[in-house]
């Protein structure tokens, strides 16, 4: 059964850094997009950032655009999202997903993590 496990998530300052982690495992995920979300209290899913995995193509949401880096490691069948210059707006749990179409949109994943929570305080 395919699984992923994210992990990573923690309390920073504005201005600091985290490094988040997607462990792939159960089936394989050659050709699938791996996408990272983000879901603060009382509001919806919002994309992050997305990449396949031959890491061909790489996306990301504008908010997060010079300050965030994914990138995927096949060997370690995991993904990375490097996340600097934090701003207290980042405060949310991070989700990984998988799936075969490269959007943006949520739905569309069919596999998701439990969840990492990031908290920048001001």
């Known amino acids: 059964q395919a699984q992923l496990v994210e992990s990573g998530g923690g309390l920073v300052q504005a201005g600091g850094s985290l490094r988040l982690s997607c462990a792939a495992s159960g089936r394989p995920f050659s050709g699938y997009v791996m996408g990272w979300f983000r879901q603060a209290p009382g509001r919806e899913h919002e994309f992050v950032a997305r990449i396949t995995w031959t890491g061909g193509s790489i996306v990301y949401a504008d908010s997060v655009k010079g300050r965030f880096t994914i990138s995927r490691d096949k060997a370690k069948n995991t993904v990375y999202l490097q996340m600097n210059s934090l701003k207290p707006e980042d405060t949310a749990v991070y989700y990984c997903?998988?799936?075969?179409?490269?959007?943006?949109?949520?739905?569309?994943?069919?596999?998701w993590g439990q969840g990492t929570q990031v908290t920048v305080s001001s």
């Open positions: 997903a998988a799936g075969v179409a490269f959007t943006a949109v949520p739905g569309q994943y069919n596999y």
